[in-house]
Each structure stands twice: as structure tokens, then as C-alpha cells.
């Protein structure tokens, strides 16, 4: 089967013939329908600085945001069959298009803990996109940053992250505040409940957020995040486009502010995500592209090309 493949940093992503999966003990093969596109994977292939290249096998299959359908099973796993509609939700190492061969190809072996159930109606490519960009801002929100009915919670970032956060945010029953630069995206930031959309989230000062989540992590966005929360409040960080930023302590010791770091998520995220996603209640921006073009689509991330979330579909 043909296969999209990670050599190193700076090299080319290399469509290559390689041998399909089977299923080891405890493992599952999924027939991929669907694997999106990852400003992660714009970073392995282009940032020699980027905090998380592939630990796996060289060349690796990258992909790590799929979803698909059971083709074969492993000794010892339960509660499985072939068959059955899944995405996988990476909640350790090693872990598919991080650490072992992934979902840009037609199909993928993975362990049988990282699988949830795809609900029917639910079509592959937003499965697929929410293995990442559901999970990671569901649990940034709910888990993380504790947001329940009647939180005054500020989102920093309406991207394919942040859109999904601050949707969730108004189904959990909070008023929530977007901070986005770029005016553009003003109307879908409304549309999806937030009750003010300004270009910076001091503008939220006299709001006292309760919590604020940086989607943007661009340095200067956690430092007003620090400086804007309430006394006591908390703030989310998600985003990580710097790797450093200039933090005031004085606010964190004297307005005794908590700073709190997050990254991906759990099945029970996944699951909760799934739910939403299903009932219509949450729906993501996503846009498709076929198999033989996701060289080109990671290109257009990296080149800011992309509203909400790039998926490639596969063939059945």
C-alpha cells in the first residue's frame, strides 16, 4: 500500500510503497477512511526547534488524526469487532503518526485502549478532525480550566483549536469572550455564541473572566491572558506557537493566578466530543482533500492557507 512518509526535518514528505499492518496482541488494523492534516506536522517537517518530532521508525508514516473502520484483530482484545466505526484517541505512547506508523495510509495498526466508537451518523472526516481538534480544546475547557454554566471564560484564537473551545464553552452554559486578531472570522466567532469578539483580550479587563484559554500561544498572548484574568482566576495554556513567553509573576503571586499547561486529552474527551458532534449541537469547519494531494495540503497549512480543519478522505 502506498504511503506518506516522514524521513527527517527539511526533507520532502515521500509518497512510498510499504507493507501493510497486522494486528499484534493488543492491537487493532483500522481501515483508514479518513486522517487529518496537522499543524504539528507542518512543525516535524519544517522546524528543526519543534518539541515533538516523530519518535518512531525512520522513514515514518505520519498522520496521527484518524479515523476508520476495524479490518483485523489482535490476541486479547475485547469488545471490539471488524466492523466497527472508530477513531483513535492517543492517550499514550507509542502513539500512531508520533511514535509509530500512522494514518496517511490506507490503513493503520494501533492499540486497542486509544479506540472510540464513531457514532453512525456521524461522516468520517469530522471524526477524524476531532481525534485532535476536539479533544484537546474539550479537555482544555471542561477538564482543565473547569468551565460550567455561568463561567466568564475568554477564548484567545478562533482557529480550527479555538473555534471548537469556545463553541463548547457556550454548550456548557458559559458566556464566553473571543480575543482574534484578524476581524475576518469576527462573524463566525459570533455565530458560534460567543457575546463579545474584540482583537485583544485586554479589552476584557472589567469583564473579570474567570478563565481565559490561550489557543494562540504566541508569547505576548500569555502574558495579557495573566494580566487580564480576574484575582484568582485561572489560565489555560493550549497554544504554543513560541516557545517562550514573558510572564508577569507579580500578577501570578499577588492576584494569586494559576497557569496551567494542557496537551491533547482523554477518551472521555473524545467520547463527550463525539456526542455533541452527533447531535449537531457542535459543528467543526472542515474541508476535504484526497489521499494523493496531502503533500500539498500540509503546504497549504504551513502557508496559512486553511480555515478550521484539513482532512484527507480515503478511498473504500
Not at 522546524?47 to 484483530?73: C, K, N, W, Y
Not at 480576574?230 to 500578577?251: C, N, P
Request: hydrophobic share 45%; with cysteine; charged share 20%.
Amino acid at each position: 500500500m502506498k504511503a506518506w512518509q516522514f524521513s527527517g526535518v527539511h526533507l520532502p514528505l515521500e509518497l512510498n510503497e510499504v507493507a501493510e499492518p497486522v494486528a499484534g496482541p493488543g492491537y487493532v488494523v483500522v481501515d483508514v477512511r479518513a486522517s487529518g492534516l496537522c499543524h504539528s506536522d507542518v512543525g516535524m517537517l519544517e522546524d528543526q526547534e519543534f518539541p515533538f518530532p516523530p519518535g518512531g521508525p525512520r522513514p515514518m508514516t505520519l498522520g496521527h488524526e484518524i479515523a476508520g473502520v476495524i479490518s483485523a484483530i489482535g490476541e486479547g482484545v475485547t469488545g471490539w469487532k471488524i466492523g466497527d466505526r472508530v477513531g483513535i484517541c492517543m492517550t499514550n505512547d507509542p502513539a500512531p503518526g508520533l511514535s509509530e506508523h500512522g494514518g496517511f495510509a490506507a490503513k493503520v495498526a494501533t492499540s486497542a485502549d486509544f479506540l472510540v466508537k464513531v457514532p453512525d451518523n456521524l461522516p468520517f472526516s469530522i471524526a477524524a478532525a476531532a481525534t485532535d481538534s476536539g479533544v484537546a480544546p474539550h479537555h482544555a475547557v471542561i477538564v482543565v480550566g473547569e468551565v460550567t454554566a455561568g463561567t466568564k471564560v475568554g477564548i484567545m484564537g478562533v482557529g480550527g483549536l479555538g473555534q471548537m473551545g469556545a463553541r463548547i464553552a457556550v454548550l456548557a452554559g458559559a458566556e464566553v469572550f473571543v480575543a482574534e486578531p484578524r476581524e475576518d472570522v469576527w462573524p463566525m466567532a459570533r455565530e458560534l455564541g460567543a457575546v463579545r469578539v474584540a482583537k485583544d483580550i485586554s479589552e476584557f479587563a472589567e469583564e473579570n473572566l474567570d478563565v481565559i484559554i490561550d489557543f494562540a500561544g504566541v508569547g505576548s498572548s500569555t502574558t495579557a491572558a495573566v494580566e487580564t484574568v480576574r484575582a484568582g482566576g485561572r489560565v489555560v495554556q493550549v497554544g504554543m506557537s513560541k516557545r517562550t513567553a514573558e510572564i508577569s509573576t507579580y500578577d501570578i503571586v499577588t492576584r494569586r493566578i494559576s497557569l496551567l499547561g494542557t496537551m491533547g486529552g482523554w477518551r472521555s474527551d473524545l467520547e463527550s466530543v463525539y456526542k455533541l458532534l452527533a447531535s449537531g449541537e457542535l459543528k467543526p469547519e472542515v474541508s476535504t482533500i484526497s489521499f494523493d494531494r496531502i503533500a500539498d495540503g500540509l503546504a497549504r497549512l504551513s502557508r496559512g492557507e486553511i480555515v478550521g480543519r484539513l482532512v484527507a478522505l480515503l478511498p473504500e
